[in-house]
Nanobody, 124 residues
């Protein structure tokens, strides 16, 4: 299993922005077993949730809680997937993880190894 590497987290104030990067993501562009990327997050004391996905063709989808504030993009040349987070709220505080995987119907299924994630903390 491929393990992706997240970076870019930090401590910001509410309303500010952060861009997370997901390295070693080349597999979503060339692999036969992954054709999409997904960002998850796990807030303290809560379960992990899917926040954004992007297919190889560029179709994106977002959780309702981040729609209009987060965007996902890729740089094929750098084998990197990004999560741009704007207008951050304290409830966005979480460890963020990136994955690659596939869509079965409308459902995204990650198949990469979970990394350590990157901590995002938003103060009020």
């Amino acid at each position: 299993q491929v393990q992706l590497m997240e970076s870019g987290g930090g401590l910001v104030q509410a309303g500010e922005s952060l861009t997370l990067s997901c390295g070693n993501a080349g597999s979503i562009f060339t692999s036969n077993y992954a054709n999409a990327a997904g960002w998850y997050r796990q807030p303290p004391g809560k379960e992990r949730e899917l926040v954004a996905t992007m297919t190889r063709s560029g179709r994106t989808n977002f959780a309702e809680s981040v729609k209009g504030r987060f965007s996902i993009s890729s740089d094929n040349a750098k084998n990197t997937v990004y999560l741009q987070m704007n207008s951050l709220k304290p409830e966005d505080t979480a460890v963020y993880y990136c994955t690659h995987g596939t869509f079965i119907g409308a459902d995204y299924h990650p198949n990469s190894r979970w990394g350590q994630g990157t901590q995002v903390t938003v103060s009020s």
